[in-house]
């Protein structure tokens, strides 16, 4: 079966960092595009960052460029997310998605782990 486990997420104080671990399997995962995205209380899911099976990676949005970093193991079927200088406003459950774009589609989805950025 296919699973996405989404570690490393807690309570962090502003300026502080974590890294933000997804182990995947029940799929080839070196063949699919990963992503990170969030969510916070009462507002829609955007996304944070994503890597091709390349290991070129999208561009984040302007207030996470220069601190979140994107990055995967292939070998080890593990996607991380170092978010360094974290600032209150990124407080939300963070999701890793994976996603196969060809004549078959399909998009698996994590069930998050929750980054708490409070003094």
């Known amino acids: 079966q296919v699973q996405l486990v989404e570690s490393g997420g807690g309570l962090v104080q502003p300026g502080g960092s974590l890294r933000l671990s997804c182990a995947a399997s029940?799929?080839?995962?070196?063949?699919?595009?990963m992503s990170w995205y969030r969510q916070a209380p009462g507002k829609e899911r955007e996304l944070v960052a994503g890597i091709y099976s390349s290991g070129s990676s999208t561009s984040p949005t302007d207030s996470m460029k220069g601190r979140f970093t994107i990055s995967r193991d292939n070998a080890k079927n593990t996607v991380y997310l170092q978010m360094n200088n974290l600032k209150p406003e990124d407080t939300a459950v963070y999701y890793c998605n994976a996603a196969l774009r060809g004549s078959i589609v399909l998009d698996y989805w994590g069930k998050g782990t929750l980054v708490t950025v409070s003094s």
């Open positions: 029940g799929f080839t995962f070196s063949t699919y595009r």
